[in-house]
């Protein structure tokens, strides 16, 4: 049997997730968030998030991504985002379909993030008037797409840059439980704190069966969006199956513990490769993602003993030292951590 | 405590399918449909539907059929619908929106459902060239709005029509099992060998938690859809639990007991609701809807007792005789509907 | 050779507008709209029409309502609009593309004009909530596609209930300087003091080689005017030559004249014709066309002749007494009129 | 007065060409291209270019670019392109609007070029399946932005790797005649015989009013053209004007003596510059486009004497020695040719 490292989307549902579902079933509900479970969900995010804002639960990250960009950026605006950001490699041009054709512009940064000054550089390149894409929005990816996160410092400096302009911040939080319990902050200090404006609040991949929520702090920004959620399909008749994963994964602090738990597996992975000769691993591990370049027969005997890691592409990158990535997630065995990492040392012993 | 007979989305989650999700849930399993669940659902639909085809799960009726709609309609395109179906009066323009601007032209007809006659009379004043929206797709529901089902020879006289002009047959099937239920007949009678090219297959009001399936029979028709599912956001990291409740449904007939449950149920209600002074039931039933007309006041003594019934719009009816929808489902408990139709007599009585 | 009466689209430039371009041609511009005639266009607009408003040329009358409703009407809005409107008849789902995704509405009216009573009961019936396309615009044609002008105080009922339920009303104006002409009031009064908010001007039909304005009275609406069109690729390089066709409509009044001089012959038609036995002139004659229906073989008789008119289409109509269309232009010779009615008269007295 | 050498789209109209316009005038004629002058234009390209194709006339070269990528490029896929390139920089998301949401994806390359080994390499990248935007079009600039020209083994380099991946190459021919006449080749070798699929032949920036071409030589591309241009508002319903603007444009070559005299001024001004002290032609001259670096008293000189020339942005450029760009045109003076170059020589001994 594979043990897999190679994503955290291949995990199931945590149980008291699925134990919420279930209760969630006792009895009728009224449909399309008309339900009590919906009904007390949007003051269970503002007590999380020590704020007023508005709550629209999805099923997919994409969804959440392209639907929030969407009411931030005009057919005729642009999205400044990272060159590896998921919203522009991995979603198919979803983006511009919801926005009805709005440009996405990709930002070099180390490590995955975008620099301040990198932003503001473009920005200020970026010509006025109706021949051009006008920016728009700003998205970060927190964690980023090379497992970083940003210090609520660094966002806050990204959005002073976005702001001046009159940009939307949006953060595409499909890890954000495992960048927070990484940063060691508090939810608001991470987000409208520091000026994010609209939030992808991921919940898929740290044990949900699928449910994301759309987060708009600036609440003009919602005015539109139950409208862009219905007519994209994205409004759920039985809307409280999704909201009952949500208020699972937000009570007791599951959500928080759950990435804990996946951001402890990962620094010990990180810990146990970074210790073998021959190993880097390129990018701080801020959350549940470890980036190692490896010696291919290493990466070969990983895989040998039965360990699945995802080979990650680097352009550039030397053959014989690919890199791959590592995700934990919730429920990750730290005996499997423990044995991919004999498994690890018995080859280089070899 | 009210019984509801408003909508069939007020139901939860049928328990066998419920334990088909935490069956799923044992272990890892590849993300985005590349599961074993979902490798050998194509399989158990083409033996349902005794032929070859093409399946694509995703959560939302209105998903199923914007999705379906763009695949066969170009944005210069017209889509040929009845007037009260629920993809021109209750998508907010979501097939709009997925095609990227085709028109949905509406067509009246007794009962819900589109007459042959009217389907050709309205395409042949459809004038050809480029300054008019081409015929393109023609949809229709079953159940229909009403509660009305479309025999396989009803289907195949629009069928017909729609081909020999080289249109493409949809059908809306969020009721479709109900529908099955009430012909008798077999799937493939009542879809692909009475014309039809591409079936929303809908699971989630007759006991799925939110899952609904494209079928294409058309194979041709299923080349883009993968990547318009996607890029619209509907493409599940864990499709297992969407292709589990699929599974499940269709295994030991569970989707066609449910249905015919459901039926039996709604034909109680109209028999005993018909057989009442100054109650009508409008509309055939034909699986688990009613249509009654009746006293104000019994609607009200009816609402009294406890039952709640969906007021139904009827451009020039009579507000002392007001339309009232009750629909039943897999779960609707006999003993309520006698209920009802007790609580109804009593009032007559009185 | 055949003498047209089927549109006034056949017609070329009127000899003035044609001198207009050529002195425009006299050494270089500034492009896209940054010349001098451009400049002083938009003074010229709110000198006519006694208001401060906003201008911005393009060459179609589709571009100009395209772009007009996509302003005002959110991707999951609604147009209201006559059943017969060019809109929506004629346009190839222009509103819909530009607008990502709108639903037009239609409404019966007699002799092409929607009335009062019949909008109101539309916006009544439309539901609210986001399952449903939202009334966001109200459309209305002037002339009518049935000839006929709407008068000041029926423009000001219609927006009455148009802007007390926050609707936009505009004007397609492909025809609106016959319109003026034949109801002899100001281009305020029939416009912005009505309550019309945006118009689409037409000046290609009556004279240009290819010119329509948009007029924005409701400023607010311009804010994202001129980034629709230069992504619809609407902003001409050199904007001269529209702006010039423009201004030398509007200069000594040469629009209202040539309008005058087709109404002129329009009602010397219809006057000639409605004379004659089994000759019905199913419209009023407000502007430039008349709808007469007549014998088959007076029809064929008058082609025979070498007269072209349009044969339209009357749902239910008498294919022994079909219906013709007889548009006029600045540019029809009375001698034309003449001849057609003595061809005519010829005719029933054979 | 200013002499402008900023742009050739501050040009008017060849005498020549408004002569055909004010021909065509003469008399009535079918709309929306069904007239006489329509009817013979494609045979009159097909001769031009000794082959079978389809065209459609257009007014703008955004509309002809926006059009020509939409027919080869699904919303989900992706356009190829220099990162200089007009499509990408200068069309406000008018590619992302009529393809309904598909991808810009820039390349560098010298000189405004695709190399095609940075073709190859950005294909071998992409990656397949539904998460990512899928390879559709290329899209290369003739002139290019440098004013540089593709040679016919050139294009065809590049049309080998993008049919080997069954992409359609798409030529931006704002300036085809320009780079024709640079190139000496024959229309069919600098197109469809080096593997272009679909061509934006410009005419406005050399000599007419506003009249584009899009050229198709495979032509099942041209299929749904028509709907395409009808339903953006881009179908004249006085199309002849359009027509014989093209018309007189490719007669008695007067297409290619107007690039070959700009061209030819062009030369002209770079020979003269590049011989003075201090100032480097930065991009090979190979059609009416000159690139010159040069201090920025000479550039300030040269304004105060008279002569407009455009500054040009220069990532990382000296601002001691600015970018500016020279455009020469059909009626290019040359007088004032010398006069600029006498102007900036004086600068230099002064």
């Not at 660094?154 to 940009?167: F, P, Q």
């Not at 996946?262 to 000769?277: H, I, S």
């Not at 499997?336 to 690890?344: F, W």
């Amino acid at each position: 049997m594979t043990v897999n490292f190679r994503s955290d989307n291949v995990t199931g549902i945590h149980p008291v997730i699925l134990r919420a579902i279930e209760a969630a079933n006792a009895g009728p509900a009224l449909p399309y968030g008309n339900d009590e479970i919906t009904a007390r969900l949007e003051k269970r995010f503002a007590e999380v998030f020590e704020t007023d804002l508005a709550v629209f639960p999805v099923a997919t990250g994409t969804a959440a991504n392209a639907l929030s960009l969407a009411t931030s950026t005009p057919p005729w605006g642009a999205v400044y985002c990272h060159a590896e950001s998921h919203i522009l490699l991995d979603e198919c041009n979803a983006p511009e379909f919801y926005s009805a054709g709005a440009r996405l512009v990709p930002l070099e940064g180390e490590h995955g993030r975008i620099a301040p000054a990198t932003l503001e550089a473009a920005l200020a390149a970026a010509p006025p008037g109706v021949h051009h894409a006008q920016p728009a929005t700003v998205s970060i990816t927190q964690l980023s797409e090379c497992g970083t996160a940003y210090t609520p410092e660094h966002v806050a400096a990204i959005a002073r840059i976005a702001h001046a302009r009159g940009l939307v911040l949006h953060m595409d939080g499909s890890r954000f439980a495992n960048a927070l319990a990484g940063l060691s902050c508090k939810p608001a200090e991470a987000t409208w704190r520091a000026g994010v404006d609209i939030l992808s609040f991921g919940a898929t991949k740290n044990g949900a069966l699928a449910a994301e929520a759309i987060v708009v702090f600036r609440k003009d920004l919602a005015e539109t969006l139950a409208f862009r959620r219905k007519r994209a399909g994205h409004l759920f008749s039985k809307m409280r199956f999704l909201s009952a994963q949500l208020e699972a994964y937000l009570a007791d602090g599951l959500w928080l513990a759950n990435a804990r738990h996946a951001n402890a597996q990962a620094r010990a992975l990180a810990k146990g490769l970074g210790a073998l000769n021959g190993v880097s691993v390129i990018h701080p591990v801020d959350g549940n993602e470890v980036f190692a370049q490896m010696p291919a027969g290493l990466a070969r005997a990983i895989a040998a003993a039965g360990f699945a890691m995802e080979p990650w592409s680097q352009p550039g990158g030397d053959p014989a030292r690919p890199l791959q990535r590592l995700v934990t997630a919730f429920n990750t065995d730290p005996k499997h951590v423990d044995a991919l990492l004999q498994a690890a040392k018995r080859r280089k012993a070899a």
